[in-house]
């Protein structure tokens, strides 16, 4: 089994409609974060959490919000998703413990907003 | 100007040739330097990490880092057509263990 897993896989969606992309994982790290990732324009970080009880604002973090469930399970939501929100959408994970600034991705969520 | 920078390619190189892929950035404080590859409509895969100045080898990849002159770099030897994707330069900037991305370079590799 893989040890990030996201759901859904992909996503078509229309304009105004909220979203949930949910990412878990099986590797025991404390560090979870939410990238997306377009064209010509590589990773950009949305949301970041350390642990359970902290979540930070990463470089692009209007028009979506996260919850930090478990220390396993971290979740992006798109309130109201527009057009310019299409985009491939990667969680990842890191180990404080072990090397912090090395971060693991998850296989990634393809949305489409129409 | 961008934190982490790479050309965007492609670079081509022919089956069995060395690659070299180079990365600069811009904070003169970064401590940790990573290369990830990734095929079309995948994620990231991490393939090296390099946090001294100089040369580490994990197999055919070389990595090599400069900080006096700010730029990381990725040597491919003996490369093959499946090492053909595209490969993120990630930096740490230092402080909260933020990784930042270049927008990658693309390999071909032609049989």
Known sequence: ??????????????????IMLECSQTKGHDRMYWYRQDPGLGLRLI??????????????????????????KFSLSL?????????????????????????YFGPGTRLTVL | QKEVEQNSGPLSVPEGAI???????????????????QYSGKSPELIMSIYSNGDKE??????????ASQYVSLLIRDSQPSDSATYLCAVN??????????TGTRLLVSP
């Open chain 2, 58 to 67: 994990d197999g055919r990849f070389t990595a090599q880092l400069n900080k």
């Open chain 2, 19 to 37: 690659a070299s892929l180079n990365c600069t950035y811009s904070d003169r404080g970064s401590q940790s330097f990573f290369w990830y590859r």
């Open chain 2, 93 to 102: 900037p230092g402080g909260f263990q933020k990784l930042v991305f270049g």
């Open chain 1, 47 to 72: 949301y970041y959490s350390f642990d359970v009880k902290d979540i930070n604002k990463g470089e692009i973090s209007d028009g979506y919000s996260v919850s930090r469930q478990a220390q396993a």
């Open chain 1, 1 to 18: 089994d893989a040890d990030v897993t996201q759901t859904p896989r992909n996503r078509i969606t229309k304009t105004g409609k909220r």
């Open chain 1, 79 to 103: 309130e109201s998703a527009i057009p310019n929100q299409t985009a491939l959408y990667f969680c990842a994970t890191s180990d404080f413990a072990g090397a912090p600034d090395t971060q």
